[in-house]
């Protein structure tokens, strides 16, 4: 008799599909979750024969080896599919073909696993799967790591709670592993504006670049088999990532980050509005990295990669973020007695700072510090000699455990330092006139499961400002860090920070109506003598242009004034910045910062501060109530010119699925409206988001986006 030898595999591509929810990727693999069985079907020369065994072998790597848990040997199990391991058992016969279920363990081949036919294997019982068939086959990709349960819920196999990034809630797993739309919040707190972003994890070739992302690693570079064995941690996969969608490393990163208003003849990162094209110019780019970036660009394409990967992501928006570059959980601004802001030290005050929150388990750290981890690619600062951050335990961040792996020192920072403001004075004395104890983390945001709406996260990360809870969190952290667990304030620094908290001085501004782009910004700063003895104070005024990060690009205004205050009294200086003022340095980012340093002679200091985010006028996107999928649908995009002057080279850039359309339009006279009507056919049902972007010769992308339901061809 001849040798049996299989003549030809079929994967069961739309069942396998099907069931793993995978039937998304844009793909000829068969991508498959791990922990879930799935079928094959294989063909013979000949009908097999009861005595004639049969085994499997998966590799994964280019050293595969049965130590790394990079190689599994098993053979066909007659009781069944077991759970743990990579396991097999035999389904029914047909003639010269055999169906055959194959389940792989919930906590190994995070990377891709191929069904590698065992060519030139001679081990007595395994089946060769001969070379001329090899190209034949498909590779067989397990998307690492699976969201657990994603499965129909008719389905009776259990759902593999082992996997460290089992997600116990199903409308949350669709949320944040299936879910290709999401939300960016950006602005400040007093004004939240969404973006739309799309991250086609599920687009051509995007799984394909996403394992290429993992290969090009230094971590793969420097230890390619040590590497491959880690990717079934999502630990380690979080971290690789937040090091290669930023570029600082050398070492191939995806993009290229830049803060300040000039970026040549590349991209404004403001013009981002999802992954694909980021990641497809990265590869057109031969892998050299895209330029530019900012914080919710790299936030974006991380999100994009560990969703695709598999790993529950979303995105989260801190505002008022502190980046404390000397690593002193405390943020450190300098002023001159002007009230302008200082280039002295590198800690910032950002506006807003977005990140990756990942959803697995956390054993390393001990009980209660699994679940939402901050993964955070933009370059900061190094962490091990790479520009890496975390995973960071959002528990661990708001209990205070500094020390813990990896950067919670860092993300604590970020969310409740305290702001200690200095006047410099010409002779290079520094006098400290201000503690901020409670602007540090505010509003900390997140997309809702299931809709667009906002949802305020703050409580996860910490304990309400003010509280005697969140004060004891933040000196156990700032102990710890210091090398003392129970080192406490001694008696002269709480007095100090009582003195500076609670000055006998009282500041602050109130816009008398919301910011509008084009307009002029109408101020109050309201001066509050809170002692029995009446002051004479001297106020400096100072307006900037800043981006988002709150760096100055010019000041625009300088004004000083002296006001007398008596016993308890009150004050309000009135103070009005008009378009003519900040129209020609005011950035993308249309922000402004205002600071007003009081000066009591001999006595107190006091600095007031407000930044503030001009509001645009809002694109209109009119979309019809029912889409369906290959037939053309129209939508209205209505734009306006605010300014109170003429605007020219106006462009929209209408953005579906990845896919851009520049469209040239007339120019605007000062205050006109219009609006055009833009058609478009999908292509396949689902949630699509349509972005829209606005730019002309006095501002740059004005953005807009709509969510429409596409309904499949032939429904009601």
Wanted: with cysteine; charged share 20%; proline share 5%.
């Amino acid at each position: 008799m001849e040798a049996l030898t299989p003549t030809q595999i079929s994967w069961q591509i739309p069942a396998n599909a099907d069931a793993h929810h995978t039937s998304r990727f844009a793909c000829s693999e068969l991508v498959v979750r791990r922990g879930q069985s799935f079928g094959i079907t294989l063909y013979f020369n000949r009908c097999p024969q009861d005595q004639e065994s049969l085994a499997f072998v998966v590799e994964t790597g280019k050293s595969p080896s049965e130590s790394n848990h990079t190689r599994a040997t098993f053979a066909i199990s007659s009781s069944g599919l077991t759970g743990g391991a990579w396991s097999a058992a035999q389904g029914a016969c047909d003639g010269s073909s055999a169906n055959f279920s194959l389940t792989s363990p919930p906590h190994r081949g995070h990377r891709a696993l191929q069904a590698e036919p065992a060519g030139d294997l001679r081990q007595p019982g395994l089946l060769p799967l001969h070379r001329a068939v090899r190209a034949a086959l498909q590779p067989l990709v397990l998307s690492p790591p699976g969201p657990g349960g994603l499965r129909p819920a008719l389905t009776p196999a259990p759902r593999p709670t082992a996997d460290l990034v089992f997600l116990g809630n199903e409308a949350e797993r669709h949320e944040y592993v299936l879910n290709e739309n999401s939300i960016i919040f950006v602005g400040n707190a007093q004004y939240i504006e969404a973006r739309g972003w799309y991250f086609g994890q599920f687009q051509e070739n995007v799984l394909s670049v996403c394992l290429m992302l993992l290969d090009l690693s230094l971590y793969h570079r420097q230890d390619p088999a040590g590497d491959t064995a880690r990717r079934s941690d999502p630990r380690y996969v979080g971290r690789v990532v937040s090091s290669m969608v930023n570029s600082n490393d050398n070492d191939n990163g995806v993009l290229e980050g830049k803060w300040n208003v000039e970026f040549a003849n590349h991209e404004n990162p403001s013009r981002w509005d999802g992954s694909v094209a980021i990641l497809r110019k990265w590869v057109q780019n031969n892998y050299s990295s895209v330029k530019y970036g900012q914080c919710w660009v790299f936030a974006g394409v991380a999100g994009t990669v560990l969703r695709c990967l598999g790993i529950p992501t979303r995105l989260v928006t801190n505002f008022n973020s502190a980046h404390d570059v000397d690593r002193t959980l405390s943020i450190d601004k300098y002023y001159d007695p002007s009230g302008k802001s200082l280039k002295i030290g590198q800690d910032s005050t950002w506006d807003y700072h977005v990140w990756n929150e990942c959803w697995f388990m956390r054993r390393d750290l001990g009980t209660g510090l699994s679940g939402w981890q901050v993964v955070d690619s933009t370059p900061q600062e190094k962490s091990q000699g790479m520009f890496q951050c975390g995973p960071a335990s959002v528990m661990a961040v708001k209990q205070g455990n500094v020390l813990l792996n990896y950067d919670t020192a860092f993300v604590f920072t970020e969310v409740n330092a305290d702001i200690n403001r200095w006047v410099v004075y010409p002779n290079g004395s520094r006098v400290k006139v201000y503690c901020d104890t409670t602007s540090i983390g505010t509003h900390i945001s997140t997309k809702a499961v299931g809709s667009n709406q906002r949802v305020d996260i703050t409580s996860n990360y910490k304990f309400p400002e003010g509280s005697a809870e969140e004060r004891s969190v933040y000196k156990k952290a700032c102990a710890e860090f210091a090398g003392s667990s129970t080192r406490p304030a001694s008696a002269s620094e709480d007095a100090a920070a009582e003195l500076i908290t609670h000055p006998e001085l009282f500041g602050k501004f109130r816009l008398t109506q919301p910011p509008v782009l084009g307009k002029d910004i109408d101020l109050i700063l309201t001066l509050a003598n809170l002692s029995a003895a009446p002051k004479t104070v001297t106020v400096n005024l100072s307006v900037s242009t800043v981006i988002y990060t709150r760096a100055a690009v010019k000041e625009i205004l300088k004004e000083a004034t002296t006001v007398a205050l008596g016993c308890k009294e009150e004050k309000h200086l009135p103070l009005r910045i008009t378009y003519a003022h900040y129209g020609a340095s005011l950035t993308d980012d249309k922000k402004i910062l205002v600071t007003a340093l009081c000066d009591v002679a001999q006595g107190v200091k006091l600095l007031v501060e407000k930044a503030i985010t001009l509001e645009s006028t809002n694109i209109a996107i009119a979309a019809p109530a029912h889409v369906v999928a290959n037939q053309p649908a129209t939508v209205e995009i209505a734009y306006a010119n605010p300014l109170p002057e003429p605007v020219d080279n106006c462009v929209l850039l209408v953005t579906l699925m990845g896919q851009a359309v520049k469209i040239n339009v007339a120019g605007l006279a000062a205050g006109e409206k219009s609006k055009i009507y833009f058609e478009f056919t999908p292509h396949s049902p689902g949630a699509m988001q349509l972005h829209v972007d606005f730019s002309c010769n006095k501002f740059h992308h004005v953005k807009g986006f709509v969510l429409m339901n596409v309904a499949a061809a032939g429904s009601a």
